[in-house]
């Protein structure tokens, strides 16, 4: 699984998921604190939504 990153102007950033995974463990290590994600307005999908940030489900 890769990560899209699109803002709301539609710019986007991909990375690989290895890239997604490094990122994210760099940033915990640098003190980031995940907040969660949000459900967006448009997902119908069957798992509820956990608000984690290594699923790209939205």
């Known amino acids: 699984m ?3 990153l699109i803002n709301e102007a ?3 950033f991909r990375l690989t998921t290895s890239g997604w995974g490094f990122y994210l463990n ?3 290590k640098y003190g980031w ?7 967006p307005k448009n997902y119908a ?3 509820p939504w956990a608000g ?3 699923w790209n489900a939205g």
């Open 2 to 4: 890769g990560m899209d």
């Open 26 to 28: 760099l940033a915990e």
């Open 45 to 47: 999908g069957a798992i």
């Open 52 to 54: 984690d940030y290594d």
């Open 10 to 12: 539609g710019r986007h």
């Open 33 to 39: 604190k995940p907040a969660g994600t949000i459900v």
